[in-house]
């Protein structure tokens, strides 16, 4: 019975992934005498946080050398 159910499920797993990997036919041309309307673009969308993400600190670096060290 447990051979029969797994065998199944493999089955439609296999089918499942094999109709996702389907080409997509292309729609046939319209017509020469069709008109054609364009849409308006899409306004332009809002960050979904208002949270306000903290100014990046200055990158101004300085450099160092060691002093020579004392021979005894």
């Known amino acids: 019975m447990k051979k029969m159910i797994s065998l199944a499920l493999c089955l439609g797993l296999a089918l499942a992934l094999s109709a996702g990997c389907k080409k997509k036919e ?6 020469a005498e069709t008109t054609t309307t364009t849409t308006p673009a899409a ?30």
Request: aromatic share 0%; proline share 22%.
């Open 26 to 31: 292309e729609a046939p041309a319209p017509a």
């Open 43 to 72: 306004p332009a969308q809002a960050p979904m946080s208002s949270a306000k993400a903290p100014a990046a600190p200055s990158t101004t670096t300085t450099t160092t050398t060691p002093a020579p060290a004392e021979k005894k």
